[in-house]
């Protein structure tokens, strides 16, 4: 595609239930970042992968979090038992080259209540 | 430790007067840095890199390794430069970006 499309755009979960969010990273890219937004923050890292690879998850904040990108392609951010501290923007960026930035897509804003 | 700090939540000119947002980095070896900008009810773009020295949109920004300072300087702001701005680093070899917080900038007709 022309972009980073992420799915859904909007999420409201309550406390405890699962979600699993969707990134589709420019056709070609091999990296693929998660990062995930408070509220008046900055973007902070959660992981990456290099192809199907997950070559760095030190971000994760807890084993609630999980990543998979099982072709190489389509990324799936996935959150188990959600709490209130997950609210957040979920965003996902993809890159080809790593001379370039990221490209990014418009994020999942995740609502736990 | 990789660490970026930008010291202004909120900042405010008029239309034509210059623009100077602050980024203050810690790490140890030799960083690249990017400052990213978003409009609203966009998405999160690049604005510019160090690496390539370029001017987009009217605004620059040099890296200055003593100070550990990337800041970005626009001479004359114009009402379309109304966004969020964060400044980037990304270490040697890395692939992972660190974030400051964030600033925003408005920009007062």
């Known amino acids: 595609g022309a972009g980073v499309s992420q799915s859904p755009r909007y999420k409201v979960a309550k406390r405890g239930q699962d979600v699993a969010l969707r990134c589709d990273p420019i056709?070609?890219?091999?990296?693929l970042f998660w990062y995930q937004q408070a509220l008046g923050q900055g973007p902070e890292f959660l992981t990456y992968?290099?192809?199907?690879?997950?070559?760095?998850k030190s971000g994760l904040p807890s084993d609630r979090f999980f990543a998979e990108r099982p072709e190489g392609s389509v990324s799936t951010l996935k959150i188990q038992r959600t709490q209130q501290e997950d609210s957040a923007v979920y965003l996902c960026?993809?890159?080809?080259?790593?001379?370039?930035?990221?490209?990014f897509g418009s994020g999942t804003r995740l609502t736990v209540v | 430790a990789q660490r970026v700090t930008q010291p202004e939540k909120l900042l405010s000119v008029f239309k034509g007067a210059p623009v100077e947002l602050k980024c203050n980095y810690s790490?140890?070896?030799?960083?690249?840095l990017f400052w990213y900008v978003q409009y609203s009810r966009q998405r999160l773009q690049l604005l510019l890199r160090?690496?390539s020295r370029e001017s987009i949109k009217g605004f620059t920004a040099d890296l200055n390794k003593g100070e550990t300072s990337f800041h970005l300087k626009k001479p004359f702001a114009q009402e379309e430069d109304s966004a969020m701005y964060y400044c980037?680093?990304?270490?040697?070899?890395?692939?992972?970006?660190?974030f400051g917080q964030g600033t925003r900038l408005t920009i007062n007709p």
């Open positions: 960026a993809s890159s080809g080259d790593r001379v370039y930035g990221y490209t």
């Open positions: 056709s070609g890219h091999v990296s």
């Open positions: 992968f290099q192809n199907e690879a997950q070559l760095d």
């Open positions: 790490y140890s070896g030799s960083p690249e």
């Open positions: 160090h690496i």
């Open positions: 980037a680093l990304r270490g040697q070899g890395a692939q992972k970006l660190v």
